[in-house]
């Protein structure tokens, strides 16, 4: 019961079908080892399996219990971007299964602003975990581009130093084209990596994500775009996507 395991959980439902049902193991972190070890009976797995569904399917409980954990937890609310207009504007601030998405011309900055948006999310959370999938630029663009940031930040800093922020904080992704299922093991080895799934992936840029895609241009963007909301709401993380408005 954490986030690697519902993720892989949901994805053996859909390998499996119809047929499959996902079990929530009441035990922060813990398998159904741990549930029987605590004293749990058949009793209580069987109390489990009635308030599972199918792998496409919740139950009004479940739609509650997680609406408790979000929306109705007044002390629970979205990451902060750590600029002002756009925390002012967002109520809940950036919350788990939402995309962010940036639209300008050909060289007109995407990939500098979305590394320094997530670079000053880092400042107000020094534990943020991010996934950067680099498609267009490589990865010797990227650091270039975040040792830019750093020392815009810390003047004078050097090379290692930028090294040192960044190390436990991201894992970058460079191929400049990738499959859907691809996506999906990137993501899921970044979880095994960094221990959690993470909490920020950013695709730079969805045109790049989308040729992995079939159809004319503009079928293969939303397909992107979908595939990018189905993977944040069953992984429960946010995407960070720019992309070109002249496309």
Partial sequence: ???????????????????????????????????????????DINYLLSKARGGLLVTVEQSFERWAEVEGNADQSGLK???GALD???????TEGQIFTMLGRTNSAKSIISIN??????????GLKILYMTLEQTRNEWFERAHRIHNFYHPGATPIETVDFWRDKITLMDKNRITPEQFVDCIDQASFDMGDTPDIIVVDYVGYFAN????????????????????????????????????
């Fill in 117 to 126: 948006m997530v670079y000053r999310m880092c400042l107000l959370n020094p």
């Fill in 1 to 43: 019961n954490d986030n690697p395991g519902r993720a892989g959980a949901e994805k053996a439902a859909k390998e499996i079908g119809p047929k499959s049902r996902l079990v929530e193991v009441p035990i922060n972190g813990g398998d159904i080892s741990d549930f029987y070890l605590s004293g749990k009976t058949s009793d």
């Fill in 88 to 94: 002012s504007m967002l109520y809940r601030g950036f």
């Fill in 81 to 83: 971007f750590n600029i």
């Fill in 212 to 247: 992995g895609f079939k159809g004319d241009s503009r079928e293969r963007t939303s397909e992107a775009m979908m595939t990018m909301k189905a993977v944040g709401k069953s992984y429960r993380t946010r995407f960070i996507a720019p992309h070109q408005a002249n496309r």
